[in-house]
């Protein structure tokens, strides 16, 4: 690897005990900013069970699942039976030259099979180890597979009060929350490593991640604990007329975020309804439902957007600087012009393929004072077990 530019966490190892989306995407952030990250697969099983969901890419006579590509590029798979005294041999040895392990088992599997984190920091006392997991190490809930769904329900964010019907989330958000704090545990463990020498142990719950997202949604709980006359909560789901998303001539959808009393009077005068701009609102109405003046906004909005269509009320808007943008389908994304000039995703060559396959793009950008980018791609994601033989040799990044 010699010649490689240095990224942050160029010279840093990963051993990858996780399956899945939160624990995989999680390294392989890790790995987008310069970690060697060691996916260990259970050779018996197939690896991963990602691997085998559908939709797939076929090409080359050869198929690869999509799931599985969009969380484990910059990785390299060994396959080991951890059940095995021989290949957990081979992973003691790997974690004696590791710098972090990350495994998203449920409490006490790990231990059992010998991987626990009392017993891997006695193989390397300096070890970071990061446990993801449902609900954490601890509480009556601890045992429980971690289901995205049941997570979401329990963070309050499915039902909003006690007579709204919960929803559906759209997005598996317990996941993703969760692999963000894998990575600020990681990264943080990293920096005490660095300043005071040593280890840790990174307990993560998806469900302690996902409360901690409800900062807004939590107000009025707090409100009324302290003092319960004060019964409001901030409204920005629904009830709110200039925070919503309305239909367009086209069929299309638009998010109309007109909080601020600046881009409301702006949208009334562009649109030639000054009689809607209200010269008493003050910062308190901002996230209300504008009280009797709310239904008059509702209708106006829903009449005024079904005149025209979705795209030419976003020319007109955004040359204005007025924050109504469209709502978008996955497949409309990637063509997107903030998406383009973002980099939002790109192309990368699978070997296995024999073609290249699109990756979602890396989650910001950081460049540094030399002007070298934090984030790269290196590696395509790995053929089951494709680092074999002996992964730690000559391959470290940073290795001479």
Partial sequence: MTGRP?????????????????????TMLLGDLGADVIKIEHPGTGGDPSRHAQPRYEADGHGESVYFCNANRNKRSLALDLKDPADRGVLLDLVRGADVVVENSRPGAAERLGVGYAQLREANPALIYCSLTGYGQTGPYAPLAGHDLNIAGMSGLLQMSEDAEPSMPNMLMGDYAGGVMVVVGVL????????????????????????????????????ARVDPRQAGAVEGWGGNPRYGIYRTRDGRYLTVSLLEKTYWDAFCRLTGREDLINPHETQADRLTTHGGRGAAYRAFLEDLFLTRDRDEWVSLLLAASIPVCPVLTPSEVPESAQARARAQFFEAFCPQLGRSIPQLGFPFRMVHSDGADAFAFRLAPPALGEAGGDPGAGTRPGAA
Wanted: no cysteine; net charge positive; glycine share 8%.
């Fill in 188 to 223: 943080a463990a990293l920096v005490d490593r660095l300043r005071h020498g040593r280890g840790a142990y990174v307990d993560v719950s998806m469900l302690d991640a996902l409360v901690s997202w409800t900062t807004v949604q939590m107000t009025g709980v707090f409100a």
């Fill in 6 to 26: 240095v990224q942050p966490l160029t010279g840093i190892r990963v051993v990858d005990l996780t399956r899945l989306l939160p624990g995989p995407w999680a």
